[in-house]
């Protein structure tokens, strides 16, 4: 058995037993996500706390639902997918218009960090670069770099298919490296 | 940077410097609040005997339990084996179709119920392709057409108030319309009709199941308008995606929107990775 099947195994038990009623093994599922979700979260919401309530609540709501699951090979995307309508509900509640496109496109820190001065002249390029591409495209690079999320996790996410979330991948490093390469012959 | 395999360790290490940025989370604070809620929902669990009130009314006897345990194993017993391979037309279909019944009677929970109605939806189209491709009768493939239908309505209603499960809905039908629109190519005149109103029927669901605006608790919507005339071929493996769609997502009160925009011919290798457009 491969590292990465056997993995896959440990985290399948795992999501079992949660669902079996046991704490122990949930309170091992909120250790191995809790960073990812609460990453998340906050760059959907900007505030440390309020990024932390949705965490508890997304936790909360997954432990309520565990038992009702069937395929617990896709508790990762799932347990996404609970935390993000769970920020479409925060906005909601605060009667706040979002646009959804911005919600999965957001990075409070981008517009800030390309006038930081302590960001690299290439990492600079490489946010404008960013913002040349669709808004798919972009949404794709953050999700899988910047958030560190699975194809699994992003087509959930994204509503399309893994298939569709790598031909996205694919093509938005071709076209970014198109375009860091026209910059550095200008 | 020369190739992309550079060009993504670039990205990582840009993507590093934004993570470093985030505030670290109370990762214990965080958990004393959940395992608070899993404390409390342990005191608050129901009794017994307040949770067999949740029971219809013929299981809270004791020779209702142990009815209801008989006819748990007859279910179990029918699905497996000859049974649960059953089609139309053979002895055993009634029995599958009767364990189906019973199957969800006895399951509680909405939620679980509808998930039992898509399994069974899922059975019906099965039944639909192994009658054509063993060329039954007509009037044996008319109507499990009509019972598929019916299942998948029945799904779909029920699920109206289950947003959690408007993806699985979306799927089973999104694979319905692509399993009809098969069968259809391989069918002629009467049930070839019968095939294709069925197949109207399942178009018209998926494109109210996306493009209907949804304000439920907890879930967003995505809107999609289908410009093919017929369903879209994509395969996730290989193949070729001929489908134009603009998306749209709003909730009823208007106030969250997006729009997504896909336009691209995308052909997929066999190794799973798409092809460089010439």
Redesign the interface.
């Given at each position: 058995m491969t590292d990465g099947s056997k993995k896959n195994t440990n985290l399948d038990e795992l999501v079992r037993k949660a669902a079996q009623g046991q704490e122990a093994a949930f309170s091992e599922l909120y250790d191995l996500y809790f960073d990812k979700i609460y990453r998340f979260v906050y760059f959907r919401v900007n505030h440390r706390e309020q990024a932390q309530d949705l965490v508890s609540e997304t936790f909360i709501k997954v432990w309520g639902r565990l038992r009702d699951m069937e395929d617990f090979s896709s508790f990762n995307s799932w347990l996404f997918q609970i935390a993000r309508n769970l920020v479409i509900d925060y906005y909601r509640t605060k009667k706040i218009q979002v646009d959804l496109n911005l919600l999965e496109n957001v990075l409070i820190y981008e517009d800030d960090l390309v006038n930081r001065t302590d960001v690299s002249l290439q990492e600079k390029i490489f946010l404008e670069a960013l913002k040349k591409l669709n808004p798919d495209q972009q949404v794709v690079i953050k999700l899988k770099f910047i958030e560190d999320l699975e194809n699994a996790e992003i087509a959930k996410i994204l509503d399309k298919t893994e298939g569709a979330v790598r031909v996205i991948q694919h093509r938005a490093i071709k076209e970014l490296k198109n375009l860091l390469s026209n910059q550095d012959a200008n | 940077?020369q190739t992309?395999q550079e060009?993504?360790k670039?990205?990582?290490s840009?993507?590093q410097?934004?993570?470093a940025?985030?505030?670290p989370?109370?990762?214990e604070?965080?958990?004393l609040?959940?395992?608070a809620?899993?404390r409390e929902?342990r005191l608050m669990k129901p009794t017994e005997q307040q949770s067999w009130t949740r029971w219809p009314f013929f299981l809270r006897s004791a020779w209702g339990k142990a009815g209801a345990v008989i006819l748990t194993v007859l279910v179990a017993i029918s699905l497996v084996g000859g049974v649960a391979k059953a089609t139309p037309g053979q002895t055993l279909y009634p029995v599958k179709r009767a364990a189906e019944r019973v199957e969800k009677v006895l399951t509680p929970?909405e939620?679980?119920k509808v998930?039992v109605t898509i399994k069974h939806a899922k059975r019906r189209l099965s039944e639909v392709q192994t009658l054509v491709a063993e060329n039954g009768q007509q009037t044996m493939v008319q109507q499990t057409l009509t019972d598929l239908t019916n299942t998948t309505q029945d799904a779909i209603a029920a699920s109206e108030s289950k947003p959690?499960l408007k993806?699985q809905i979306v799927d089973i039908v999104t694979h319905e319309e692509k399993i009809l629109a098969d069968v259809q190519d391989q069918t002629e005149g009467e049930i070839k009709a019968a095939v294709g109103k069925a197949l109207l029927l399942t178009q018209k669901s998926l494109n109210k199941l996306t493009t209907e605006d949804n304000n439920v608790?907890?879930?967003?919507t995505?809107a999609l308008e289908n410009e093919t005339q017929s369903a879209a071929q994509?395969t996730?493996?290989a193949g070729l995606v001929k489908s134009k769609t603009s998306g749209k997502?709003s909730?009823k009160d208007g106030?969250?929107?997006?729009?997504?925009?896909?336009d691209?011919v995308?052909t997929?290798g066999e190794n799973?990775?798409?092809i460089p457009e010439p």
């Open positions: - | 940077m992309e060009l993504e670039f990205i990582a840009v993507a410097t934004f993570r940025k985030v505030p989370g109370n990762r604070a965080v958990w609040k959940i395992s809620h899993l929902a929970g939620e679980a998930k959690q993806n608790e907890g879930a967003s995505a994509a996730s493996t997502t909730s106030k969250i929107e997006s729009r997504l925009q896909i691209e995308i997929i799973n990775n798409p």
